[in-house]
């Protein structure tokens, strides 16, 4: 029997590039829930950094798209007395990776910054890691952050991102009953009543958030899979923008040490001649 391969429904702004029909690996800033990179490499094959165990990802050997800003310059002094120089990398207020240069090859990605979450285990009818658009409010209460899609053909719960639950509906977003419509169609995904949910501005027209009271985070986010693997082939207008990628969660190389040492390839970024660092 081959490997397993679970697939995913993202827009064509969440994965960016699609290098052939190569997998693609999804990593979100692991304090912050956002969406930091998106690479065709699994960071648990990649070695580190003997000095600090950052991970050293050869951005020309693999297709690396960051979402990342500008972290500034630090000096850091090492315990060899040498002094280095990072040109960090931030997800809002946190580095989560550096380079030794604006333009150099080699992407530093700081010991335990980055994280992902599978929907392997919600497909199978397991336990799947609840993603940070769905977060607890206080009060029994359930905080889901909205992007929504207007004048399709249908009312339907597209995907659901790090960042987003991504639903359509038939009215226009600027219509007197697109509130209405929304929450219709979420009371029936949820099975909750219309008393129970709220909806709060977000940061544009598009974009809102659902406040959901005597529902836990992993009810909601299971409910919004289950709607969302119940949903026809067409898709309605959304349909043109959705792409299929494949996600594998992220775990420790197994000897990361050895594995930075060794031969050429990744290992020669630790100890070789390519202006990478130790």
Request: glycine share 10%; with cysteine; proline share 6%.
């Amino acid at each position: 029997m081959g490997p397993r391969r679970t697939t995913l429904t993202y827009s064509s702004e969440d994965v960016g590039p699609v290098p052939g029909d190569k997998p693609l690996f999804v990593y979100y800033c692991k304090a912050s829930g956002k969406h930091a990179l998106t690479t065709d490499c699994n960071l648990a094959n990649v070695p580190r950094r003997r000095t600090d165990h950052a991970l050293v990802l050869d951005t020309q050997a693999h297709l690396v798209k960051l979402y990342t800003t500008d972290g500034g310059t630090k000096f850091l002094r090492r315990k060899n007395g040498a002094v280095e120089r990072q040109f960090r990398l931030n997800c809002g207020k946190l580095p989560v990776a550096y380079r030794n240069d604006p333009d150099g090859r080699y992407l530093y990605i700081m010991d335990g910054a980055l994280t992902t979450y599978s929907a392997d285990d919600a497909l199978l009818g397991g336990r799947a890691p609840v993603p940070p658009c769905i977060l607890p409010a206080g009060n029994n209460k359930t905080q889901v952050a909205l992007e929504i899609d207007d004048r399709g053909r249908m009312r339907l719960v597209l995907r659901v991102t790090a960042d987003f639950v991504r639903v359509q509906i038939k009215s226009s977003i600027s219509s007197s009953g697109m509130q209405e419509e929304l929450l219709e169609l979420l009371r029936g995904v949820l099975g909750v009543r219309l008393g129970q949910m709220s909806l709060q501005r977000g940061e544009s027209a598009r974009h809102k958030i659902l406040l959901i009271e005597g529902l836990a985070p992993d009810v909601v986010f299971n409910k919004l899979q289950a709607s969302v693997a119940r949903n026809p082939r067409t898709l309605g207008r959304s349909s043109k923008h959705v792409i299929n990628t494949s996600i594998v969660p992220m775990s420790a190389p197994e000897e990361p040490a050895g594995a930075a040492g060794t031969g050429g390839g990744p290992g020669a970024a630790d100890g070789g001649a390519a202006a990478a660092p130790k």
